[in-house]
Each structure stands twice: as C-alpha cells, then as structure tokens.
T-cell receptor
C-alpha cells in the first residue's frame, strides 16, 4: 500500500482558501486518491475522490498532477465549522482503508 | 434512512472483563471494518470482513475478536487480553468500489 505524508497541522482564517497537500510517492497505477474529514468524537466522512487531473464537488476540489505522486485538497472560503482532521488515503479495490495521522486544520475567526 | 449504527456510544469496562461493541448497517454492504483511535492519533485497523462468515486480522488484532454471522452485523469483542483498551472505536462498511461509511463511534473506558 502506498504510504501518504501530510502536514500534521495547519492554521487558517475564516473566508480563506485552504490547500492541504498529500505526498504519495509510491502510488500504483490502480490506486485512487480519497480524502476524508473527521470532527472530534465522530467517524470520518468522505469528502472527495480522484484519479488524475482535477475533481470538484460542492464541498472541495482535488488537484492531482500528471505524475500522481501528490495531491492537493482545496477548501474554498473556509468557516469555523471546517475545523477538523483531514485524511488522505490511497487505495485500490476499496477493500481496506488505511488512515494515517491526518492534517488537523484549525480555522480561526 | 440507510446508515451504520454503533452502540453503545459510551462503555465502561472493569479490569479483566470482556465487552462487546455492536455495529449494524442497513446499506447492504458486503465489507465491514473495525478501527481503533487513540487521542490525537489516526485510525488503526483491528479487523475487517469482506463477506459473511469470513474476516481477517488488521494491524492491531491482538486482544480483540469478531464475528460475521450476518451481513448486517459485525460485533467486536474487546477481551481481557487487550492490555490498553481505553480508546474510541469506529466501525465502517463499504460496497463494491465505494468509499467507507462510518458509524458515530463507541468510546470505551476501563475503570
């Protein structure tokens, strides 16, 4: 399984765009990149998934360069409620999900 | 509503006792998972099951046991052999080529 590396924590202010980058140098051809969000004392929830280039949904955008060795989760105009831990996963076959330590995002007023 | 339900939300265990955490899903998912989360840490995989009557150990299976007698249910037993069971336990499920859906978790405390 490809190992992922993310910053331990990030700070931002309300209204700013936040970009969280994840490194996955050993990603395999069949691997997808998935991001989850976790609030304290809750289970993680799916945010976005992509294979290459750019994916956008109502919550976030995911940018994946051509070599796929990294990915960037972009959260537009964050609010206090976006304070959470964000996990980057690299997976195929969707039969196991390995979560690292994630990135703790702290949004300040 | 479809979803995945864990119970109880809080659980207290005395030293030397076995306790069982419940996980039920009505999403018709074949695969189910148990994770452990310690404060400030990520999730670690305890056990997982891809199909009824079959399950595999994850990274930290020692001191835990599971069963998968029904598609909807994947209970986790924390045995007395688990030396440090105080943690937040999360159950998840997924269907073919879908993301993981998580329950709300059970917080287990040894008293």
């Amino acid at each position: 399984l490809a190992k992922t590396t993310q910053p331990i924590s990030m700070d931002s202010y309300e209204g700013q765009e936040v970009n969280i980058t994840c490194s996955h140098n050993n990603i395999a051809t069949n691997d997808y990149i998935t991001w989850y969000q976790q609030f304290p004392s809750q289970g993680p929830r799916f945010i976005i998934q992509g294979y290459k280039t750019k994916v956008t949904n109502e919550v976030a955008s995911l940018f994946i360069p051509a070599d796929r060795k990294s990915s960037t989760l972009s959260l537009p105009r964050v609010s206090l409620s976006d304070t959470a831990v964000y996990y980057c996963l690299v997976e195929n076959n969707f039969n196991k999900f390995y979560f690292g330590s994630g990135t703790k995002l702290n949004v300040k007023p | 509503d479809g979803g995945i339900t864990q119970s109880p939300k809080y659980l207290f265990r005395k030293e030397g006792q076995n306790v069982t955490l419940s996980c039920e899903q009505n999403l018709n998912h074949d695969a189910m998972y148990w994770y452990r989360q310690d404060p400030g840490q990520g999730l670690r995989l305890i056990y997982y099951s891809q199909i009824v009557n079959d399950f595999q150990k994850g990274d930290i299976a020692e001191g835990y046991s599971v069963s998968r007698e029904k598609k909807e249910s994947f209970p986790l037993t924390v045995t007395s052999a688990q030396k440090n069971p105080t943690a937040f336990y999360l159950c998840a499920s997924n269907g073919p080529n879908t993301e993981a859906f998580f329950g709300q978790g059970t917080r287990l405390t040894v008293v």
